[in-house]
């Protein structure tokens, strides 16, 4: 199985930056891709980034294109969500998580889960 453990989320002003990394364990890491999905308070979970297993593809949520970039350092079993000029409908709590499956931004096709961390954006 594989383990997600999230950090860099906190409280930046609207039109910040903040960087959210995904570490994981397994050694199979490099064979799934990757999603970031948020969820605010009373909304339904919904995809922000995912990234090929490769690295060599990546799709984004209209609402962040242009302003979120998803990257990963297979050596360092590692997911990033770069976040840039931050809104404050990006307040959430972002979550990663790994597939093994199809390349999909379906929630459902994801097998594993980070905690989740908690980022606010103030205006």
């Known amino acids: 199985q594989v383990q997600l453990v999230e950090s860099g989320g906190g409280l930046v002003q609207a039109g910040g930056s903040l960087r959210l990394s995904c570490a994981a364990s397994g050694r199979t890491f490099s064979s799934y891709n990757m999603g970031w999905f948020r969820q605010a308070p009373g909304k339904e979970r919904e995809f922000v980034a995912r990234?090929?297993?490769?690295?060599?593809?990546?799709s984004y949520a209209d609402s962040v294109k242009g302003r979120f970039t998803i990257s990963r350092d297979n050596a360092k079993n590692t997911v990033y969500l770069q976040m840039n000029s931050l809104k404050p409908e990006d307040t959430a709590v972002y979550y990663c998580a790994a597939s093994s499956g199809r390349w999909s931004s379906r929630t459902d096709t994801y097998d594993y889960w980070g905690q989740g961390t908690q980022v606010t954006v103030s205006s």
């Open positions: 990234i090929h297993s490769s690295g060599w593809s990546t």
